[in-house]
Every structure is written in structure tokens, then in C-alpha cells.
């Protein structure tokens, strides 16, 4: 996907350049204001700007000569208040989606109902359904109509923690499931860090270039490594199970953990997101606590000043990279400079 978009409304500009993937989940992640909204309504084709060249999949969707209407760029679009016809129940809100589709595409229907747990949900009207409820009806909407891309204008951000991670969650299950590329539009760090696989940063309508999410975190020049809620998706592999205590054991790096749940299947993609508030460290001799065998050999690949008295230090453990926020007197007592070796601590870790 290639972006060239110069947009002018009144003092606001939007200025992106860019080639962004055609697969997985890329986020489009800043403050509000910073113009999300108006970069995905321009990409769908719901505003139509000049000075824009949109490129899509080989197809031209806008050009200075081209601009193909929003119904047929074939995209699923879920906004942020769901926008169900309240007219009509949630199996004719679907039906209308399946018969405007210009094919038809997978995944199927029945499958869909099925991911997102509307089956009991199909009779009744909108207002009668929760918000959580209703986001959940409007995914699966955009699902139904076949589309090719899927663009996701903050669908979270009405939600509160209990209605929202059951959403999250179904959205963590499409991915997996369906090769259908996805925008996601959050201001929300722990929901980008969960769901997507990619990153454009927007800040006052200045995109900075996409890429893989641990990338973008685990460099020290991005203010985005800086925020309290740092944190860094880690791919993981599964090594075995316990039933008594319910847990898994994962490979991280060079090392390994235990996490809640599973069993896992080799085959499953799993990814650990590694918060650096919550990453712990110790001599590479001494490790925390009773669980020596969960402490993570890692080596410092650079280190970073952050406040007063805080610092920033990316870690490389095997093929892996995470961040962990410590203060300055423990970088001074462990001597943490580049090479350095550690042991890493990740307590509470839950895989995705």
C-alpha cells in the first residue's frame, strides 16, 4: 500500500508519505486531533482530498486523474460508534453487508457469528444492545460484506475495560484466522501493542515511517520507548504444559518463562508483550527470588537517559528485543552499559 497524501483544512495539514503493508495489522497510532480519522475516511474514500495518490493492493484508488468511489475499494470499515441501521435487526444489519458484497468472500458468515459471538444476538435491534455488543455486531458487518481491507477507526475507545477485552480479544482471533489486512486507529499504547503487527506514529499531521511495531519500540530515538506504558510484543514458542497448575512454559529468547493457560500448539503464532515498567533485573549470577530457571539471559544493546532519574535499557536476548525502565542507581550497580550481561525478570506475563 502506498500513501501520498497532502491534505490542507483551514490551519490543519496532513502530510504522509509511505509504503505500508498489504498484510497483518498496521496501527495508526497518536493523539487526538492528530488526523487518524482523516486518514482513514480519505484511504476509504469517504473524503475526497486533491493532492492525493492512493495505491492499494497494485490497484490506483486516487490519483490526479483517478479516484475510484468508496463502494468499490471493497473496504470494511468500523467506526467508532458502531453505526448499525437501527431499523433493522442484527441478522438483516448483516444481510445488507453480504448482499452489497461485490463477491463473494471468505470468510463465511456462519464462521463469523461464530468468531465474534453474536449468534444469540441475531433477533434484536441495536438499541438493545450493549456498546460492547454492538462494536462486536459492526465487525462482523464490515467482515460480512468480503472486504479486502479492514479499517478499524478506534472501535475500543467507548468501551470500558470489561466490555472492551472481549472485543480485543475476537479482533486477536480474526487476525489469526483471516488473511484480511487491517488499519487499526487507537491513541490507546496497550491496544496497539496487543493487536498490531505494524506502526505509523501520526503526531499534528506528520506520519513517521511504519514499521514492525518491536522496532519502532525498542529504538530509543522514538519518544514512543519513553511513556510509562512502554512495552515491546515478543513472538514466543510453546515448550509444554501443566496440568495441574494450568500453565505453560514458553520459550523467550534464550531463556525461558512460565505464563497462565494453554495448552498452546506449536503452530499457533503466540506473542508476549514485555512492559518495561514490569521488566525486572539482576546480576547475571543472581537471580530474583526462588524461580532462578525463569530468568532471562539478555545482553544491553544500548541505554538511554529518561527523567531524572530514570533510564531506558533495550535488552537482546537470542533473536528477540524487549525494554526495561530502571533507575539510575541500579544502572549504576549493575554497571549497565553497552554488553553488559543480565538476567531478566518478567513477572506476570500473559501471552496473546
Request: proline content about 7%; charged content about 20%; aromatic content about 6%.
Amino acid at each position: 500500500m502506498k500513501l501520498d497524501l497532502h491534505i490542507r483544512q483551514g490551519n490543519f495539514r496532513l502530510d504522509v508519505s509511505d509504503s505500508w503493508p498489504d498484510t497483518g495489522v498496521t496501527a495508526l497510532f497518536g493523539p487526538s486531533g492528530a488526523g487518524k480519522t482523516t486518514l482513514l475516511r480519505t484511504l476509504a474514500g469517504l473524503d475526497r482530498h486533491a493532492a492525493c495518490h492512493i495505491h492499494v493492493a497494485g490497484e490506483t484508488w486516487q490519483d490526479d486523474d483517478l479516484f475510484v468511489p468508496p463502494h468499490r475499494r471493497r473496504i470494511g470499515y468500523v467506526f467508532q460508534d458502531a453505526q448499525l441501521f437501527p431499523h433493522l435487526s442484527v441478522r438483516e444489519n448483516l444481510a445488507y453487508a453480504v448482499k452489497r458484497a461485490s463477491h463473494n468472500g471468505h470468510p463465511h458468515l456462519g464462521d463469523i457469528t461464530d468468531v465474534l459471538e453474536i449468534e444469540a444476538l441475531l433477533e434484536r435491534r441495536p438499541a438493545t444492545l450493549s456498546g460492547g455488543e454492538r462494536q462486536r455486531v459492526a465487525i462482523a458487518r464490515a467482515l460480512a460484506s468480503g472486504p479486502r481491507l479492514l479499517l478499524l477507526d478506534e472501535p475500543l475507545a467507548s468501551l470500558d475495560a470489561d466490555r472492551k477485552e472481549p472485543v480485543l480479544s475476537q479482533l486477536l482471533h480474526i487476525r489469526r484466522s483471516w488473511d484480511i489486512p487491517m488499519i487499526f486507529v487507537s491513541h490507546n499504547m496497550d491496544d496497539v501493542i496487543r493487536l498490531a503487527d505494524y506502526m505509523a506514529f501520526l503526531d499534528a499531521g506528520r506520519a513517521a515511517p511504519c514499521l514492525p511495531i518491536a522496532k519502532i519500540m525498542t529504538d530509543l530515538d522514538s519518544p514512543l520507548a519513553h511513556r510509562a506504558d512502554a512495552a515491546v510484543p515478543v513472538g514466543v514458542l510453546p515448550l509444554g504444559y501443566d496440568a495441574e497448575t494450568r500453565m505453560s512454559r514458553i520459550r523467550l529468547g534464550d531463556g525461558s518463562i512460565w505464563v497462565p493457560g494453554g495448552p498452546y500448539e506449536v503452530t499457533h503464532p503466540m506473542r508476549l508483550i514485555v512492559y518495561a515498567n514490569r521488566t525486572l533485573l539482576s546480576p547475571p549470577t543472581v537471580p530474583l527470588g526462588p524461580d532462578a530457571d525463569e530468568a532471562i539471559p539478555c545482553t544491553v544493546r544500548s541505554t538511554c537517559s529518561s527523567g531524572e532519574s530514570t533510564m531506558i535499557v533495550v535488552l537482546t536476548s537470542g533473536e528477540v528485543e524487549f525494554l526495561s525502565r530502571v533507575s539510575r542507581r541500579q544502572a549504576n550497580q549493575l554497571g549497565l552499559v553497552v554488553g553488559t550481561r543480565v538476567l531478566a525478570h518478567i513477572p506476570g506475563a500473559v501471552v496473546h
